[in-house]
């Protein structure tokens, strides 16, 4: 199977706290990924060091057989090629929907702004919010937003797409479109990795799930490993905690 990213070694401090140790992982290509764990376990932090949003402490982070932390390495192109959604969607206010999708093609892929809006378009239908182009992030509910947080990080044709808790902030009955447009674009085989809580989410939709407990990787598997026959006292007393 081919990488996407791999990451070795990795770490990553603030101060003397060391939040990531010696982190060794790997995404495959068209493989949906699902990271979880008690709070505070470093799955924001992996996140963040993945795309460079952090900056690791130590270890290697190869993309295409390069590690990305050399020096030399030209970071900006290794960015634009991951997608990344937050849980507060972090949209621009000021810009309507279809503005939104378009900023980044234009300012960071130099697309002309008549493929930047066929692109847009594109995914704004992919996620449901082709009707919503000319609304501001104001006039739309949160699962609206986050969906169409998702359609300006597709928009960028991304190689990855990093979920953080997408639906972490949403309003329980705005979860269900987010997680189902999610799902949807698992099964075209776009390589996803997904910071979640919703636990139900990722025993359907992942090919493999990550347990991280205090900055390690504790346990990792299928879905049906993890959830139905962990291996770690430490993954089955989080599993309990969760699920009941
Ligand atoms: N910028 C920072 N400065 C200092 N400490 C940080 C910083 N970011 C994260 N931490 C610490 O790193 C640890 C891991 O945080 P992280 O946000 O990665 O956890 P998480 O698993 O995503 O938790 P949650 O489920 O609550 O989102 C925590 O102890 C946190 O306080
Ligand atoms: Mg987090």
């Known amino acids: 199977m081919q990488n996407v990213i791999e990451v070795q070694h990795l770490s990553k401090s603030f101060g003397n706290h060391e939040v990531l140790k010696d982190i060794d992982f790997s995404v495959n290509k ?3 990924v699902c990271i979880i764990g008690s709070s505070g376990s470093g799955k924001s ?3 963040r060091c993945i795309n460079l949003l952090e900056k690791p402490s130590g270890g290697q982070i190869i993309y295409h057989g390069e590690n990305i932390l050399d020096e030399k390495h030209d970071i900006h192109a290794y960015r634009k090629k991951l997608g990344m959604v937050f849980q ?21 892929i130099k697309r002309s702004k008549e493929d930047a809006e066929k692109v847009a378009l594109k995914y704004l239908k992919v996620v449901g919010m082709d009707q919503y182009v000319n ?7 949160g699962g609206q937003k986050q969906r169409v947080a998702i359609a300006r990080a597709l928009s960028m044709e991304p190689d990855v797409m990093l979920f953080d808790e997408p639906t972490s902030a949403l309003d329980p009955e705005m979860v269900g479109e987010v997680l189902k447009v999610m799902k949807e674009l698992a099964g075209t085989g776009l390589t996803m990795l997904i910071v979640t809580h919703e636990m139900e989410f ?4 992942a ?3 990550v347990f991280m407990d205090k900055g390690v990787i504790a346990e990792e598997g299928t879905p049906e490993q993890i959830f139905n026959n962990p ?6 007393a989080f599993l309990k905690r969760t699920l009941s």
């Not at 609304?135 to 509910?141: D, H, I, R």
């Open 30 to 32: 068209g493989e949906v």
């Open 45 to 47: 932090t992996l996140l």
């Open 88 to 108: 507060q969607f972090n949209l621009f206010n000021n810009h309507n929907v279809l503005s939104n999708c378009m900023v980044g093609q234009v300012k960071v």
């Open 135 to 141: 609304a501001k992030p104001k006039q739309l509910s």
């Open 202 to 205: 990722a025993k359907e939709v």
């Open 207 to 209: 090919d493999r799930v």
């Open 231 to 236: 291996k770690e006292d430490r993954t089955k």
